[in-house]
């Protein structure tokens, strides 16, 4: 059995029953009965409502235990505290239930208990669930439909190759009507809401093995089971492209999300590493989405990023060449030969850079010339901006720019912004297959989709890197060593590690820190410097598991050079400490070689839905100032670890600027993989930090780590 089986009977019944059925017109319930028989269901529909013996010459049955046959699906459109005691009375006679009525958990504690109860019938009684608060499912193989919404205020979309998955019933009649205007097709339209039971991660299934479904798209406001999504996510986008409008970003976002269906957001970063991790490409706004749909509707993802712009309006063009490189696209520059038989094609005062500029003088011949040229020297996709403006342009270009797409068999996305002329020549460019937009934002948006979906399946996959035996064994020793420092802070009752402990923990693992020495009181004492192996200066830190941000506090002092300074700056610390944090329990002192070099950060943190996030960025007290940080699920290898590497806007420093020694890159890389390890192997901690880690050329070093335990 395929992975999506068990749910295929919400996409393909044969027997749908309709519990609340009504004969009154305008109930959500009769146009339930109305749709299944507009679409064309050509299964049995059994209308269930003991108040009626018939509904438009269907038979009406009192409850569904009287219906002789079998039941695939039963829709319930009954008040909220009804459907526990339907579904509880009659679960043995269907396979799934779609649970369209609202007043669960979105209303309030009381409809949280409702749907509670539901929870523990599909557990208890081994049906599927859809919702409840939600519209269900429209199917255009199965001709199912069970929106609630008439036809004549929301138009259906014709068959098609993309399906649609949604927490929002409203999202989804937007979607769907606009899709129909556009002449844009489906195969499956999913609206989960509360998501009681079957929610994204069932369905992402489900869609992967559909053959139907050629693109999904998923609007999400959370998610319940997050390394189950990222699982199905991750099957999903390696066959098809899987497209994502994530919202609840904000602050007021997630209050309305709260409002609209109780789920509870999680911080937009996070969701960010997951679209990331499983190769989806996420959009904003509802917009972006549209755009997407329109794209996946008439093209496949491209395996390169390299695209070619052709315009006749230099001011357009620059602009889109700036877009496309903000979106991932590489805007290279024609190969000379390109270039040379281009010169021969185009007037003289043509540019023949990327973007190619056609001038306000172009003709149709020097859009099929420069888009074939192009083509031909290596691009995976182009972009034509048309200004229609231009005397010599007709409304043959067309046909031409057609022919040119088939030659070529690559993508063409036009954009033809203005007014109705554009407007209606942009109509003749769709009704031949080529998708039209009418800004150079919206063109450059779908254009990128193409380029960011990461479809895997075209070809064999890389082998998993195979651990060597003695690579094992150390992480074994890591492993128990830094489960005995974790155990001893245990047992003293402490949630936090010492900085020392922390240090330990993170050298067990082979990330190298400063040469140290832990005293418990520098002020009784001569400290030996050379038998410590330290030379100065150096650095004194206030050792204590009540202290996460010393600096702030005056618990560290640098420059030290002899035994007179550390005793007087010990003494210090302490009473700025006594004022400053009086409720520190102070264990010691940490004495520190000094390391220098650029400040980065690495940390990682248990988030409850997705497990391990390991974030990278720019260190020191400027990761809270300018958040030049990106993030990544957990665990990762090292190639993951270069590209978070390159995301950061700090990145020129690792690769040296100013001055500044370059970075030995596969050792930091090497050290961001572990604390993935780290997460990914102890169970124990909830959150590791090393703030700063100090970067320079081979000398990479942990100037401190932090690390909390779970409780």
């Not at 007021?252 to 709260?258: C, D, E, I, K």
């Not at 996946?296 to 889109?320: C, E, F, K, Q």
């Not at 254009?447 to 998993?464: C, H």
């Amino acid at each position: 059995m395929s992975t999506g089986d068990y749910i295929n009977f919400f996409f393909e019944p044969e027997s749908v029953a309709v519990v609340g059925a009504s004969p009154v017109k305008g109930k959500p319930s009769r146009i339930i009965l109305d749709n299944l028989r507009r679409i064309g269901f050509e299964g049995a529909v059994y209308p269930v409502n003991p108040r009626y013996a018939s509904i438009d010459g269907l038979r009406c049955y009192p409850s569904m235990t009287d219906v002789e046959e079998p039941i695939d699906l039963a829709v319930i459109v009954l008040p909220a505290p009804e459907v526990p005691g339907i579904l509880r009375e009659s679960s043995d006679k269907f396979k799934g239930a779609i649970v369209v009525s609202g007043g669960f958990k979105e209303i309030g504690d009381d409809g949280k208990r409702l749907e509670e109860d539901l929870r523990d019938l599909v557990r208890e009684k081994g049906f599927r669930l859809l919702g409840p608060n939600c519209l269900g499912i429209y199917d255009t193989l199965s001709r199912m439909d069970t929106f609630f919404v008439p036809r004549e205020r929301m138009r259906r979309p014709s068959k098609g190759g993309i399906s649609v998955l949604t927490q929002s019933g409203s999202f989804a009649v937007m979607l769907m009507d606009y899709l129909a205007s556009e002449g844009i097709g489906v195969a499956r339209v999913v609206s989960y809401g509360n998501r009681a039971d079957v929610g994204e991660s069932d369905c992402l299934r489900f869609l992967a093995e559909d053959e139907a479904t050629k693109a999904v798209i998923l609007y999400m406001e959370s998610v319940d089971r997050g390394r189950d999504f990222l699982e199905a996510a991750s099957l999903c986008a390696a066959r098809k492209p899987l497209v994502v409008l994530k919202v609840g970003r904000r602050k007021a976002g997630v209050q309305a999300v709260r409002s609209h269906t109780g789920a509870v957001s999680g911080k937009h970063e996070v969701y960010q590493a997951a679209f990331k991790k499983v190769g989806a490409v996420e959009m904003e706004g509802y917009e972006g989405l549209r755009d997407a749909c329109k794209i996946l509707n008439a093209y496949v993802p491209v395996l390169g990023s390299r695209i070619l712009i052709v315009t006749d309006g230099g001011g357009v063009g620059a602009s889109m060449a700036d877009a496309c490189e903000d979106a991932g696209m590489e805007v290279k520059r024609l190969s000379e030969r390109a270039r040379y038989l281009l010169r021969s094609k185009l007037p003289p005062f043509s540019s023949l850079e990327n973007p190619i500029d056609l001038t306000g003088s172009a003709t149709d011949e020097d859009y099929v010339a420069a888009l074939d040229l192009g083509l031909k020297d290596g691009y995976e996709l182009a972009i034509a901006t048309v200004i229609w403006g231009a005397p010599e342009i007709t409304p043959g270009l067309v046909d031409e720019i057609e022919k040119v797409k088939e030659e070529h068999r690559k993508p063409i996305v036009v954009c033809s912004p203005g007014g109705k002329f554009s407007k209606d020549m942009s109509l003749a460019f769709e009704r031949k297959g080529i998708p039209a937009f009418s800004s150079p934002e919206s063109a450059v948006r779908a254009a990128s989709v193409l380029v960011r979906s990461k479809v895997r399946d075209r070809g064999p996959r890389a082998p998993e890197p195979v651990r060597r035996p003695e690579d094992l064994r150390k992480r074994d020793q890591a492993r128990d060593l830094a489960g005995e420092i974790v155990s001893r802070a245990r047992s003293m009752g402490r949630r936090s590690l010492l900085e020392s402990e922390a240090k330990s923990l993170a050298s067990a693992w082979g990330i190298e820190v400063p040469r140290s020495a832990f005293i418990t009181d520098p002020e009784a004492f001569d400290f030996d410097f050379d038998a410590e192996g330290l030379e100065p200066p150096l650095v004194l830190k206030a050792v204590s598991p009540d202290l996460f941000h010393k600096v702030d506090v005056g618990g560290v002092v640098t420059g030290i050079r002899s035994s007179a300074e550390l005793r007087s700056a010990a003494g210090e610390m302490r009473r700025r400490l006594e004022v400053r944090a009086p409720h520190a329990k102070i264990e010691g002192f940490l004495i520190e070689e000094t390391v220098s070099g650029a400040e980065f950060l690495v940390g990682g943190v248990r988030e409850p839905k997705f497990g391990p996030v390991i974030v990278f960025g720019l260190g020191g007290f400027m990761v809270e100032l300018i958040r030049d940080i990106t993030f990544r699920l957990a665990p990762l290898d090292e190639k993951e670890a270069l590209v978070m590497m390159r995301e950061v806007k700090s990145y020129p420093l690792l690769r040296g600027f100013r001055g500044i020694e370059p970075a030995n890159l596969k050792k930091l890389s090497c050290i961001i993989v572990t604390l993935s390890d780290i997460l990914m192997e102890m169970e124990m901690i909830e959150e590791i930090e090393i703030n700063p880690l100090m970067v320079k050329g081979d000398g990479i070093k942990a100037a401190d780590v932090r690390v909390l335990l779970r409780e």
